[in-house]
């Protein structure tokens, strides 16, 4: 158990980056399509079970949901927007609240991109990293689900998407995951100590 995320507790959730909380300190934001997985990985990080929802609550999936860690540090759940049913205006207004966050926060230290292991690097995901890369952001490709894959699998994919990350340039680190099976959990928590400046 990790007691900084352990502790990791609800702060506020903003619909535009100027409701977001004061922007000081360090904090790492999470991205990823619908159902890529992003909220069990959050909260298998956090060893909590109910910290981000897992179940879509419509609104909530709109907005920037800031969590605590202590005073200095923050972590982030960024709305995806892949699979969501809504029209292509809001997620056009969705896409640039995203772009927004992304170019101005200054506190942002790192950038997760949570990607199903079985379908990485979908356009969506492609986004995320050019924008984070733009702002000169470390990236960590996090691929969850890895227990749905055999380890062969598990090793290519990664052979894949590091042979990628290579080609595009730029910090991009990855790790694969499961929420499901509890891997990846140390690896993950020990690059956002780096991001977050924890000890
Ligand atoms: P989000 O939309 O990205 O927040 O995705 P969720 O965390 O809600 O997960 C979407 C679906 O994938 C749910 O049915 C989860 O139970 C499932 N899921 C999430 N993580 C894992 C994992 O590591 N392994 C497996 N097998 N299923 C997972």
């Not at 007691?3 to 977001?20: D, I, K, N, S």
């Not at 079970?49 to 897992?54: D, F, P, Y």
């Not at 996090?142 to 749905?148: F, N, P, Q, R």
């Amino acid at each position: 158990m990790h007691p900084l995320y352990q502790g990791a507790h609800f702060l506020t959730a903003a619909a535009r980056v100027e409701q977001a909380p004061l922007d000081a300190g360090r904090e790492v934001a999470f991205v990823g399509r619908s159902n890529a997985g992003k909220s069990s990985a959050i909260n298998a990080l956090c060893h909590q079970k109910g910290l981000a929802r897992t179940s879509k609550t419509p609104g909530r999936t709109q907005q920037l949901v800031f969590f605590e860690l202590d005073a200095e540090r923050r972590l982030v759940d960024l709305p995806g927007y892949g699979y969501a049913k809504v029209s292509v205006a809001v997620k056009l207004q969705w896409q640039a609240q995203l772009a927004r966050y992304l170019e101005l926060r200054a506190s942002l230290a790192g950038l997760v991109i949570v990607m199903d292991i079985r379908r990485p690097l979908a356009e969506f995901d492609r986004q995320m990293l050019s924008w984070g890369l733009r702002r000169g952001l470390p990236i960590l490709a996090l691929l969850t689900k890895a227990d749905k894959l055999k380890r062969g699998a598990v090793a290519a994919t990664l052979a894949q998407i590091r042979r990628e990350a290579g080609v595009i340039g730029g910090e991009i680190h990855c790790e694969p995951f499961s929420a499901l099976d509890r891997t990846g959990i140390e690896p993950v928590q020990a690059r956002l100590d780096l991001w977050l400046e924890v000890g």
